[in-house]
């Protein structure tokens, strides 16, 4: 079987700890359920992932060469 997240099209995805999130819904002055979601079923979700976690997405980009998204993982 073909393991999805290791894929070369797939950004990397992981598990941000408490400390790290902290300081990233302080920098944005936002709360946890104000992250977009994502579903626990995703493919491309680290298998550590639970629904409450924090993931946070770094994808390539043209223009600022790395670009960071963080998601909630929902049911």
Same mark, same amino acid.
């Given at each position: 079987?073909? $393991? ?8 990397e995805?992981? /598990? ?15 709360g946890?359920?104000?992250?977009? =979601?994502? =579903? ?13 976690? /924090?993931?946070?997405? /770094? ?5 600022? $060469? ?10």
């Open positions: 079987m073909v $393991d999805v997240s290791q894929h070369e099209l797939v950004p995805h992981t /598990v941000v700890d408490d400390e790290a999130l902290d300081a990233v819904l302080e920098e944005y002055n936002i946890r359920t104000d992250l977009p =979601k994502i =579903k626990r079923a995703d493919p491309a979700l680290p298998d550590d992932a639970e629904v409450g976690d /924090v993931v946070k997405i /770094v994808r390539d980009s043209r223009t600022t $060469d790395r670009a960071v998204t963080y998601r909630l993982v929902v049911e």
